[in-house]
């Protein structure tokens, strides 16, 4: 970023500061997307080789504990990463046109490879012949369906409400109507309800990311996108500018989470405390945004080394989540055309050598991010061309077998 400047003291000056601040990429959030990456890619590695004996250590009950972040830290992420794109451009995403049509589709697509996933045979006619128990694993929602489902409403909401301060309001009351409302939902048990539907409401069909109460992690990211836009624009850069801020605030949360829980005010009905709570979706909230807080600091200390190519690599690998959400998905359960690592090593390896494949299989997933995002900028056209050719052949084959 060059050298540093001494503070303005002219309002031209801290405007002009501010928003040049204002167009500076956000580090903090690429490095938080990073250590979700690296939390999801070796948590779920563990899980599926490492030596079921193991799994009854102290150890592991904390490493549990720490891996239970990984989605909390994906779904604000990607909230927040929705909010940083839009937020700025918002004239183009409050009426109909090319930028919402590409998120619409985007988002459906998405979507597909969620349940695609899911899928045992890649045909309509089998699906629809699934008894009921075979329908619901099936159709169960996973992060890429949460995602991609409550990207959707999103962005319809600011297509629909058109004043970025009403979408905000309105998206806030969602987040803590979600988060309040689990401990009831979750005990809805939506016999009459459309499975599919239903997968989308509580855990009933066995969902793992139901809109309830997950949701609110997207909506927390989205809102404090909001909040950084507005503060970078108007604070000069600096630790107070984020950081300290994000401190407290994460502060506060944790302290009201376990304050409640500890005081046993529990209004709530019976109810999955680590599922449900809307005490302990404070807690992880106020986790979120501490470890938010420390890559802001990061992202002060790193000011002269944004064009540092280490930094961009992991601002790069940061940035292409969701394609290593689904290949490492692939690589660790397998596929139609190749088992998966849970094949070969199905909870029976050591810690050292279950280490040694979560850090040979996270340089596999860093390298595909690279060069997905490689090919992505330097070959556009051709990259769309043979992600639409692959869709229409997925969907056709989906259909018509």
């Given at each position: 970023?060059?050298?540093?400047?001494?503070?303005?003291?002219t309002?031209?000056?801290?405007?002009?500061?501010?928003?040049?601040?204002?167009?500076?990429?956000?580090?903090?959030?690429?490095?938080?997307?990073?250590?979700a990456?690296?939390?999801?890619?070796?948590?779920?590695?563990?899980?599926?080789?490492?030596?079921?004996?193991?799994?009854?250590?102290?150890?592991?009950?904390?490493h549990?504990?720490?891996?239970?972040?990984?989605?909390?830290?994906?779904?604000?992420?990607?909230?927040?990463?929705?909010g940083?794109?839009?937020?700025?451009?918002?004239?183009?995403?409050?009426?109909?046109?090319?930028?919402?049509?590409?998120?619409?589709?985007?988002?459906?697509?998405?979507?597909?490879?969620?349940?695609?996933?899911?899928?045992?045979?890649?045909?309509?006619?089998w699906?629809?012949?699934?008894?009921?128990?075979?329908?619901?694993?099936?159709?169960?929602?996973?992060?890429?369906?949460?995602?991609?489902?409550?990207?959707?409403?999103?962005?319809?909401?600011?297509?629909?409400?058109?004043?970025?301060?009403?979408?905000?309001?309105?998206?806030?009351?969602?987040?803590?109507?979600?988060?309040?409302?689990?401990?009831?939902?979750?005990?809805?048990?939506?016999?009459?309800?459309?499975?599919?539907?239903?997968?989308?409401?509580?855990?009933?069909?066995g969902?793992?990311?139901?809109?309830?109460?997950?949701?609110?992690?997207?909506?927390?990211?989205?809102?404090?996108?909001?909040?950084?836009?507005?503060?970078?624009?108007r604070?000069?850069?600096?630790?107070?500018?984020?950081?300290?801020?994000?401190?407290?605030?994460?502060?506060?949360?944790?302290?009201?989470?376990?304050?409640?829980?500890?005081?046993?005010?529990?209004p709530?009905?019976?109810?999955?405390?680590?599922?449900?709570?809307?005490?302990?979706?404070?807690?992880?909230?106020?986790?979120?945004?501490?470890?938010l807080a420390?890559?802001?600091?990061?992202?002060?200390?790193?000011?002269?080394?944004?064009?540092?190519?280490?930094?961009?690599?992991?601002?790069?690998?940061?940035?292409?989540?969701?394609?290593?959400?689904?290949?490492?998905?692939?690589?660790?359960?397998?596929?139609?055309?190749?088992?998966?690592?849970?094949?070969?090593?199905?909870?029976?390896?050591?810690?050292?050598?279950?280490s040694?494949l979560?850090v040979?299989?996270?340089?596999a997933?860093?390298?595909l991010?690279?060069?997905?995002?490689?090919?992505?900028?330097?070959?556009?056209?051709?990259?769309?061309?043979?992600?639409?050719?692959?869709?229409?052949?997925?969907?056709?084959?989906?259909m018509?077998?």
């Amino acid at each position: 970023m060059g050298t540093a400047l001494p503070l303005p003291r002219t309002a031209d000056a801290v405007t002009e500061r501010a928003v040049a601040g204002s167009k500076r990429r956000w580090l903090a959030l690429d490095l938080l997307r990073f250590a979700a990456v690296i939390l999801m890619v070796q948590g779920h590695l563990f899980y599926v080789v490492l030596d079921e004996a193991l799994r009854t250590e102290r150890w592991y009950g904390y490493h549990a504990y720490v891996h239970g972040f990984t989605a909390p830290l994906f779904l604000f992420a990607s909230g927040a990463a929705f909010g940083i794109t839009t937020l700025d451009k918002w004239a183009d995403h409050s009426r109909w046109g090319r930028p919402v049509a590409k998120r619409f589709e985007r988002y459906l697509i998405i979507v597909g490879i969620g349940y695609l996933l899911h899928l045992g045979q890649l045909e309509l006619s089998w699906l629809l012949r699934l008894p009921d128990e075979r329908l619901m694993r099936t159709t169960r929602v996973d992060a890429l369906q949460h995602i991609g489902v409550t990207l959707l409403f999103v962005e319809a909401l600011a297509l629909l409400l058109k004043r970025k301060a009403l979408f905000l309001g309105v998206l806030g009351l969602f987040g803590v109507a979600v988060v309040a409302s689990a401990p009831w939902v979750w005990g809805w048990e939506l016999r009459h309800a459309p499975i599919p539907l239903a997968a989308y409401v509580n855990a009933s069909t066995g969902s793992m990311f139901p809109i309830v109460p997950w949701a609110g992690f997207l909506v927390l990211g989205l809102l404090t996108a909001a909040w950084v836009q507005r503060r970078r624009e108007r604070v000069p850069f600096g630790l107070r500018q984020l950081a300290v801020p994000l401190a407290v605030v994460s502060a506060l949360l944790l302290a009201a989470g376990h304050g409640m829980t500890r005081l046993g005010f529990d209004p709530f009905p019976e109810h999955n405390y680590w599922k449900t709570s809307p005490w302990f979706f404070l807690v992880r909230a106020g986790v979120v945004l501490g470890v938010l807080a420390v890559l802001c600091a990061v992202d002060v200390a790193l000011r002269h080394r944004q064009r540092a190519p280490w930094v961009r690599l992991l601002q790069t690998i940061g940035s292409q989540t969701l394609v290593i959400y689904v290949a490492h998905l692939l690589v660790l359960y397998g596929s139609g055309v190749a088992p998966g690592l849970g094949t070969r090593w199905d909870r029976n390896l050591g810690l050292a050598e279950s280490s040694a494949l979560a850090v040979a299989l996270l340089l596999a997933m860093g390298l595909l991010g690279w060069v997905w995002d490689r090919t992505k900028r330097q070959h556009p056209v051709a990259f769309d061309r043979v992600r639409y050719a692959a869709t229409a052949a997925l969907v056709l084959v989906f259909m018509l077998r």
